[in-house]
């Protein structure tokens, strides 16, 4: 009884004062900017694609190309933005995996089909199609893939299949090497049949491709090397842009072999 008697009852904390309360309010109601900067950035490439798909059926084909290569730049950006600025979320995947779909597997095969398909009729319709529906396969494909809980880390550094946004730049070739003036492949309508199904089968492909979301860190000897390397490619597109794009794609082709040495030298080890 005596231990009974010696307890104390406890006192209640002090209530919570109005502006604090209020301060508590407003804290919950805020939502950091930093957090909707990649998705604002995701959005702008959304737009920039779909002013591609306008400028294309005014006729303006240069103009809308370089709305998807520069679609295609920012689509690189806005993910290593949200990690960078801690901002990735669900809705920020969605939204970018949607961009995705319109700006590298609806615009490019359409201008495609603006360009030089129509005078074949549904069988230039029909591949279309056929690349859009890899485009949307291989995109979905990703989503899962992500979702994988035991993924090892070092398939981080590469992509099952070709991304899309690699892929719109590649179907878009024929275009690069018009402008160009090396070839106009619109007067082979067969030769871009071929190259739209080609890209649009290494999309939904198992063939590993080398991806930069895997590169945080590079060796400090490289860092003057990459700058270099950067630096001189910014000059060729702003100098020579058609000419660029067409090198990098036919260097991306050259990469495949390797990227795939690259990832069966990773499985082994």
């Known amino acids: 009884m005596a231990e009974a008697d010696d307890k104390q ?8 004062s109005r502006r604090a309360r209020v301060t508590e309010s407003i804290k919950i109601r805020q939502f950091p900017i930093r957090r909707i900067i990649p998705n604002m950035v995701t959005l702008a490439a959304l737009c920039l694609g779909l002013t591609a798909v306008r400028q294309g059926l005014e006729g303006r084909f240069e103009l809308a ?50 360009w030089a398909l129509q005078s074949i009729g549904r069988l230039g319709w029909a591949v279309i199609l056929v690349y859009s529906v890899c485009c949307a396969l291989r995109l979905a494909r990703f989503n899962v893939d992500m979702e994988e809980a035991d993924r090892p880390a070092w398939k981080t ?42 890209v649009g089968l290494l999309m939904v492909s198992t063939l590993p491709t080398f991806s930069g979301k895997g590169l945080t860190h590079i060796r400090r000897d490289l860092v003057l090397p990459l700058m270099l390397f950067i630096g001189f490619t910014a000059v060729m597109l702003f100098t020579f842009p058609w000419l ?26």
């Open 65 to 114: 190309v370089m709305c998807i290569v520069i679609a295609g730049f920012l689509d690189a950006f806005d993910g290593r933005l949200a990690r960078l600025l801690k901002a990735e979320s669900p809705l920020g995947a969605q939204l970018d995996s949607l961009t995705d779909f319109v700006n590298f597997g609806i615009a490019p095969v359409l201008l495609i089909y603006l």
């Open 244 to 269: 660029t794009l067409i090198a990098m794609a036919a260097a991306y082709y050259l990469m495949l072999p390797v990227s795939s040495f690259a990832y069966w030298h990773y499985k082994q080890a």
């Open 157 to 198: 550094k590469f992509f099952i299949g070709v991304p899309s946004p690699s892929a719109g730049g590649l179907v878009m070739t024929p275009i690069y090497l018009q402008v160009a003036g090396i070839v106009d492949l619109a007067n082979y309508p067969i030769v871009i049949l071929a190259n739209t199904i080609l």
């Open 9 to 16: 009852p406890q006192e209640a904390p002090p209530p919570q």
